[in-house]
């Protein structure tokens, strides 16, 4: 399959979130906690495990993300529901995306935590979610949920991307060579450039995410969401380092932003 442009998702309050299974310390209201990774939903055992939203009103919805999800190969599902109503979500809803791999594609990763999204067939407008978990085994657990409307650029990157990581530990040396280590997390990092935007593109895309995110706020990124074995690798959800303001290019009428993401996963 060929490569897919950048997209990028401004993640929706999850409202007030119910379920049906969580272990003490670990709610699944902390799914709605997209900026704080440490805080995780985790239930007891493998049974009954749901989560439901009322988000206090109609919202668009056409993509679903379950971040650092300790998934176990191809036997543990996800299903979305998203409707109008509690009775819908819980039942039959307008829109049900059955149960699905959460692990898509399959790979294997030393930490056991996967990152999985949906992307809708059609925007859905939706007041109420429910995500269920089938086919587990043992304890669940999953870090954040994400819903929204997914925006892709036009044009693709430009060749000098980066793929990085940023380590928050810090290290001294005493007078004979003795590190002083202060632990702290690896976190990776992404940076790219989106050239050649036109005015229409930033106005109606960029500019928006631009003033609604700032770099407090967190943004879901994926620089290639095409359904590869890298696209896990290539999925964050953290913050933008610095806004990504708009240049002006030599052709009156574009724009090039550069994009730095510090990613929490």
Not at 90 to 119: F, K, M, Q, W
Not at 191 to 215: C, D, H, V
Request: aromatic share 10%.
């Amino acid at each position: 399959m060929p490569i897919r442009k950048p997209m990028f998702v401004v993640p929706l309050s999850l409202g007030t979130i119910a379920t049906g299974n969580e272990a003490s310390s670990f709610p699944a209201s902390n799914l709605g906690e997209t900026d704080a990774a440490g805080l995780v939903w985790k239930s007891s055992g493998a049974t009954n495990v749901w989560a439901r939203g009322n988000l206090g009103s109609a919202q668009s919805i056409k993509f679903a993300a379950l971040m650092a999800a300790n998934a176990i190969g191809t036997s543990t599902k996800l299903r979305l529901r998203l409707g109008t109503t509690q009775a819908q979500v819980d039942g039959t809803a307008p829109y049900d995306s059955g149960a699905v791999n959460l692990i898509n594609p399959t790979i294997t990763r030393s930490d056991g935590l996967y990152h999985s999204h949906l992307e809708l067939p059609s925007t859905v407008s939706a007041s109420w979610w429910r995500i269920d978990i089938t086919g587990h085994t043992g304890d669940f657990r999953a870090s954040s949920l994400v819903l929204g409307q997914a925006v892709q650029s036009s044009r693709f990157y430009n060749p000098d991307f980066e793929f990085g990581a940023e380590d928050m530990s810090e290290v001294e040396f005493s007078r004979f060579g003795v590190p002083d280590i202060t632990p702290g997390a690896i976190m990776r990092t992404l940076n790219f450039t989106l050239e050649w935007q036109s005015e229409a593109e930033f106005e109606a895309t960029f500019r928006p995410i631009m003033e609604a995110r700032g770099k407090s706020k967190p943004l879901w990124v994926c620089l290639d969401p095409d359904a590869t074995t890298y696209r896990q690798a290539k999925t964050y959800l953290g913050f933008l380092r610095k806004v990504p303001y708009a240049t002006g290019q030599r052709k009156p009428g574009l724009f090039s932003q550069e994009f730095n993401v510090l990613s929490l996963y």
